[in-house]
């Protein structure tokens, strides 16, 4: 059954940078877009970044965009997201998404 695992969050200092990571076990995303959101507490979920496999583009929100990078793995199994120079507002769960599939999501704290 396709599902789709998030991992790489935890606590970063103001400032750093975090690199997370989609995966679809025993699955491959093929041509298709994947995409990352994130929901902070009290918010609702926001549309951060996504990449189309087939060609690689990527789409950014605009705000992040100069500090986020969104690549993925020739053999269509893996998606990354770096976000650099982190502020308190990234805190969050963040989430993969592949068409009308979600994971479980990867919780993101942005503390000294």
């Known amino acids: 059954q396709l599902r789709l695992v998030e991992s790489g969050g935890g606590v970063v200092p103001p400032g750093g940078s975090l690199r997370l990571t989609c995966t679809a076990p025993g699955h491959k995303f093929g041509i298709n877009k994947v995409s990352w959101y994130r929901q902070a507490p009290g918010k609702e979920r926001e549309f951060v970044a996504s990449?189309?496999?087939?060609?690689?583009?990527?789409e950014y929100k605009a705000s992040i965009e100069h500090r986020t990078t969104i690549s993925r793995d020739p053999g269509q199994t893996t998606v990354w997201m770096v976000m650099n120079v982190m502020e308190p507002t990234d805190k969050g769960t963040y989430y993969c998404?592949?068409?009308?599939?979600w994971g479980q999501g990867t919780q993101v704290t942005v503390s000294a």
């Open positions: 998404d592949f068409g009308t599939l």
């Open positions: 990449i189309m496999y087939s060609n690689g583009t990527p």
